[in-house]
C-alpha cells in the first residue's frame, strides 16, 4: 500500500521521541529526550507551545487532570503545562542519573488499567534495566528485568495484551495483561528483528490488533499483524525513525517522531512526518491520578 508521507513539524530533535495524540487540545505533543524539551503542535502542524524541563525526558503520557505524566531520567513526574509546575512523583532506578548518562528512563505509555509503563535503558549495563508499572499513588513496581534498551511499549484495543521491544537484541515480546490489576503472564517471543530485519524502537497498536514497530536503523515502520507476521513495510524519509503513534480527528492519522545521528543523518533526521491510513489506532489512555 503507497502513503503520502508528509512533513508535520520541520523542528529537528536531536532525539525525537514518544509522540502522543492530544484529541481535547487537538494537538500532537512529543519529546526531544537530552534537550528535556516537550513540544506541542496543531493538527497543521504549527507549533504552539515548547517547554524545558531540567531533566532528560523519555517519554510522556496524558494525565486525567489534564496535565501530563513524564519520565525524567531518573522517575516519574507530573507536569502542567499551563503553569510549568513540575511535581516529582517517584524516584525509579535513581543511581542512573547524572553521572552515567546511558542509563536513564527510556519509553513509556499510558496502559489500560491507568498506569504509566515506563522502561529504561543501560547501554553501558546490558541487562540491567527494565520495565515498570507506575500508579497515581506513587508506587513503582517492577515488573520485566534483564533489559538492554528497552522500547515498544503499547497495548491492543481490548486491554489485554502488552507489548514490549528490546533493542539492543532486537526482539519483541507480548504479554497477557489484566487491566483491573496491572498483572501480566504468559510472556511469548511476538517478533524476532535480527541485525539483517532492523532494530525496533517505538511502537503502537490498531483497532485491529496490528502492532507497528519503528525501524531505526531502516528508515521503514514495519507492520504485524496480530499472531506476528510481518504485513506491510512504509519506507519513511529519516534514516532513524523512533515512535509512530495514531492521532487526527479519527485516528486515522500516523505520526513518525525521529532522530538525529551525527555522521549518520540525513536533513529529514529529527523531523517529525505523517501519513493517513485506513484502519485507526487504539485510543489514547489516560494517566489516573488518584489510584484505586
Not at 500532537?28 to 532528560?56: C, F, H, M
Request: charged share 25%; proline share 6%.
Amino acid at each position: 500500500m503507497a502513503h503520502q508521507i508528509d512533513v508535520f513539524s520541520e523542528i529537528k530533535s536531536r532525539v525525537g521521541e514518544s509522540p502522543v495524540w492530544d484529541a481535547e487540545r487537538g494537538s500532537l505533543i512529543w519529546v526531544d529526550i537530552p534537550a528535556g524539551r516537550i513540544y506541542s503542535a496543531s493538527l497543521d502542524g504549527q507549533e504552539k507551545d515548547t517547554w524545558t524541563l531540567p531533566e532528560p525526558v523519555g517519554s510522556l503520557g496524558l494525565a486525567d487532570d489534564g496535565r501530563l505524566v513524564v519520565a525524567l531520567a531518573s522517575g516519574v513526574a507530573l507536569f502542567d503545562r499551563d503553569s510549568g509546575r513540575l511535581d516529582r512523583l517517584v524516584e525509579i532506578e535513581p543511581e542512573q542519573a547524572g553521572e552515567r548518562p546511558h542509563r536513564r528512563l527510556n519509553d513509556g505509555k499510558v496502559g489500560p488499567d491507568g498506569a504509566f509503563w515506563v522502561a529504561s535503558m543501560h547501554k553501558d549495563a546490558p541487562g540491567g534495566a527494565g520495565l515498570w508499572r507506575v500508579t497515581g499513588d506513587g508506587r513503582a513496581e517492577q515488573k520485566v528485568s534483564g533489559l538492554h534498551i528497552s522500547n515498544g511499549i503499547a497495548f491492543t484495543g481490548d486491554g489485554r495484551s502488552l507489548y514490549l521491544a528490546d533493542t539492543g537484541p532486537g526482539w519483541i515480546d507480548r504479554w497477557h495483561l489484566d487491566p483491573a490489576t496491572g498483572a501480566i503472564s504468559g510472556r511469548r517471543r511476538f517478533a524476532d528483528q535480527s541485525v539483517a530485519v532492523g532494530h525496533p524502537d517505538g511502537g503502537a497498536t490498531d483497532i485491529n490488533g496490528h502492532y507497528w514497530s519503528a525501524d531505526a536503523a531502516g528508515a521503514r515502520l514495519i507492520r504485524y499483524d496480530h499472531e506476528g507476521n510481518r504485513v506491510e513495510v512504509v519506507d519513511v524519509p529519516p534514516l532513524h525513525p523512533t515512535m509512530p503513534c495514531f492521532g487526527g480527528e479519527d485516528m486515522r492519522m500516523i505520526f513518525v517522531t525521529s532522530l538525529r545521528r551525527p555522521g549518520d543523518c540525513n536533513d529529514d533526521c529529527g523531523k517529525v512526518f505523517c501519513f493517513r491510513v485506513d484502519v485507526p489506532g487504539v485510543s489514547v489512555n489516560k494517566f489516573a491520578t488518584t489510584a484505586p
